[in-house]
């Protein structure tokens, strides 16, 4: 985004795609020009957490809902400290919010934050591009910027940066180290266990509900070492979400990798699975539009259970799915694809075997979001215990995953261990 002018009044806008497809609408939000990866996002709700995911980082984002701003925001629900998205697509953008938790509109956020984007474009026919060309660099112009020809506008989008090779997580993460405390989110006790968590892009909701849990959560900047880790005597280590090329994340691999060789057990999401996967020996590559939204069906292939999850990825691991085999990086031992996506079949988890270490390419945290997936914290606390009593690892994961699908099948969105209830509830009925 370059040179947002902090106006509310609407404009006339263009969005062009790198291919030359140029729609024409309103500014909306903050005008001027905003540059990213153009990508569409599935949600029927929760925009505010959409737009607050640091997994969006460099990219404009399309809404498939055709009414957005509806119910405002407030501050409460973002997921971060700032709004990541480059810029913002909308088919109808509502006049003004009217929900009791709403403290200003959409739009006034967008400005204060200096977001650029577009109304009154049509969102489905952009969706429908984008899903049969694939996701594709784009620019959002708007006030003095959309004076110019459509050709020099082409030029701009043509000249930035692609999604590919392009290093964020370093640019998302937090500068310095703070710790989320289970008394703080209705946990009474002394805390269970203590889990260093990188910050790769990570959402809010996700430490909370570590500490829902009674677990004690170090959030660590993204450049963390592991001598950094040792000093926190951490029970395990969770890697989050993210933004960018996997492929870049070489130093994340390199820390990862001392996490497995000293049996830490580990939990990843999102970009987490995704450096798992790299850790391991595999491959990354580039999805042709992604998985973006709170309505992606995944099948447990342990189990055969079906959970509806929540994600945001561009990027996948390139695993064989015939079952468990030796992992390329060979002292790792067994690996197996634990669980894929019943769209396209792309890799959605993986579980090691002989090391206590699995990862899932979606969001349990889930805010807003299905809470099919909320088991998936208990097993990594399940594995943390197997550790610490010396349990053998791979059946710790194994049992959990298995008891745990008879359990979802009748209360799938209700955990046995406590939780703040006051906290859950205001997420859940946030729309």
């Known amino acids: 985004m370059t040179d947002p002018e902090q106006s509310t009044s609407a404009t006339a806008a263009l969005l062009i795609l790198e291919d030359g497809r140029t729609f024409r609408g309103t500014s909306y939000g903050a005008t001027g020009t905003a540059l990213g990866e153009a990508v569409f996002a599935t949600g029927m709700t929760g925009y505010q957490e959409t737009i607050t995911d640091p997994s969006y980082a460099r990219q404009l984002v399309v809404q498939t809902a055709p009414h957005i701003g509806n119910t405002g925001v407030n501050d409460d629900d973002a997921e971060s400290r700032r709004i990541w998205v480059a810029g913002y697509i909308v088919r109808d953008a509502a006049r003004r919010p009217s929900n009791w938790r709403s403290e200003r509109s959409l739009d006034d956020e967008l400005v204060a934050q200096g977001i650029v984007g577009i109304q009154g474009v049509d969102t489905r026919a952009i969706t429908r591009h984008l899903r049969e060309r694939g996701a594709m660099r784009a620019g959002i112009f708007s006030g003095t910027a959309a004076q110019q020809s459509e050709a020099e506008l082409l030029a701009q989008v043509c000249s930035s940066a692609a999604m590919e090779g392009a290093q964020l997580a370093e640019e998302v993460s937090v500068d310095q180290p703070y710790v989320v405390e289970p008394s703080d989110h209705g946990w009474d006790g002394e805390p269970r266990f203590t889990v260093a968590a990188l910050d790769l ?122 079952g468990a085999g030796l992992a390329p990086q060979e002292r790792f031992g067994r690996v197996e694809v634990s669980h894929v996506s019943l769209n396209d079949d792309v890799v959605e988890g993986l579980s090691c075997l002989d090391i206590p270490a699995f990862s899932v390419q979606y969001h349990p945290e889930a805010a807003a979001g299905p809470h099919d997936s909320a088991y998936l914290f208990d097993r990594f606390i399940d594995l943390m215990a197997a550790d610490a009593a010396g349990a053998p690892i791979s059946g710790a994961a194994v049992d959990h995953a298995t008891a745990t699908a008879a359990a979802i099948s009748e209360t799938p969105a209700i955990s046995e261990t406590p939780v703040n209830p006051e906290t859950s509830a205001q997420k859940r009925d946030k729309n």
């Open 201 to 322: 892009g990570i959402k809010a909701m996700t430490p909370q509900r570590f500490a829902e849990r009674g677990i004690r959560v170090h959030v660590l900047p993204a450049a963390t070492t592991f001598a950094q880790l040792e000093s926190i005597r951490a029970d395990g280590v969770f890697m989050s979400n993210g933004p960018g090329d996997p492929a870049t994340a070489d130093g994340q691999v390199a820390l990862l990798r001392q996490v497995l060789d000293a049996r830490v057990p580990f939990f990843g999401i999102c970009f987490g699975n995704q450096i798992l996967g790299r850790a391991l020996g595999f491959g990354t590559y580039k999805l042709r539009y992604g998985h973006r939204g709170i309505n992606q069906p995944v099948m447990d292939r342990r189990t055969g259970k079906v959970e509806i999850t929540s994600q945001n990825h561009g990027f996948a691991v390139d695993a064989p799915r015939d």
